[in-house]
């Protein structure tokens, strides 16, 4: 089936920092989601993006969905402790079909 | 509004035992999801629904069963627990299946 390749893994970064991740696919996908998974909890949507090269906010949160529709990336600014979890991006290739999940990023922030 | 709603939150088994994972929504949405969550491999699917009386197999649908008689409803039967289904497990349901999931919080289940 498809995969997607999120990198990193985890990360380790201090409050105030800038973080970066993103999700890339061998195939074309027709939307791009981001998710949040706290310690115990679902996963809980982040941001949705449906057009290629869409850029979109929310919050302290920027995400792109990429040119060639193989690729988004992820953003979060002046990072903050309640920004720990797991990141997860998903890939959808039409309304019918159900979401592909990346393997998650684990995002660790020191104070 | 409850949203997705998953029982029970923890469940040891035995090897060979059966189980229910319960999930029900209460948004009235058409599509319902069951994902696993295995530690560092991300989601993967194992069965979903687009409306009641349909049921589709996922990336991983050995093991288990599941059924959709009502809209609100959607249970996942294991039949006989083996310790590779250990693993949480999450109900999702959608509007259309075109926007984000609704998740609900998880089935911790470990089959020993």
């Known amino acids: 089936g498809q995969q997607l390749n999120q990198s990193p893994q985890s990360m380790f970064i201090q409050e105030g920092e800038d973080v970066s991740m993103n999700c890339t696919s061998s195939?074309?996908?027709?939307?791009w989601l981001w998710y949040k998974q706290d310690p115990g909890e679902g996963p809980v949507l982040l941001i949705a993006?449906?057009?290629?090269?869409e850029l979109t906010s929310n919050g302290r949160l920027t995400a792109q969905f990429g040119i060639t529709r193989k690729d988004s990336f992820l953003n979060i600014s002046a990072s903050i402790p309640s920004d720990v979890g797991i990141y997860f991006c998903?890939?959808?290739?039409?309304?019918?079909?159900?979401?592909?999940f990346g393997k998650g990023t684990r995002l660790s922030v020191i104070a | 509004n409850a949203g997705v709603t998953q029982t029970p939150k923890f469940r040891i088994l035995k090897i060979g035992q059966s189980m229910t994972l319960q999930c029900t929504q209460d948004?009235?949405?058409?599509?319902m999801y069951w994902y696993r969550q295995d530690p560092g491999m991300g989601l993967k699917l194992i069965y979903y629904?687009?409306?009641?009386?349909?049921?589709d197999k996922g990336e991983v649908p050995n093991g288990y069963n599941v059924s959709r008689s009502t809209t609100e409803d959607f249970p996942l039967r294991l039949e006989l627990a083996a310790p590779s289904q250990t693993s949480v497990y999450f109900c999702?349901?959608?509007?259309?299946?075109?926007?984000?999931?609704?998740f609900g919080s998880g089935t911790r289940l470990t089959v020993v």
């Open positions: 999702a349901s959608s509007w259309t299946g075109a926007y984000g999931y609704t």
């Open positions: 629904s687009v409306g009641a009386g349909i049921t």
């Open positions: 948004m009235n949405h058409n599509y």
């Open positions: 195939s074309i996908f027709n939307t």
């Open positions: 998903a890939g959808q290739n039409s309304g019918n079909t159900p979401l592909v």
């Open positions: 993006l449906y057009k290629a090269g």
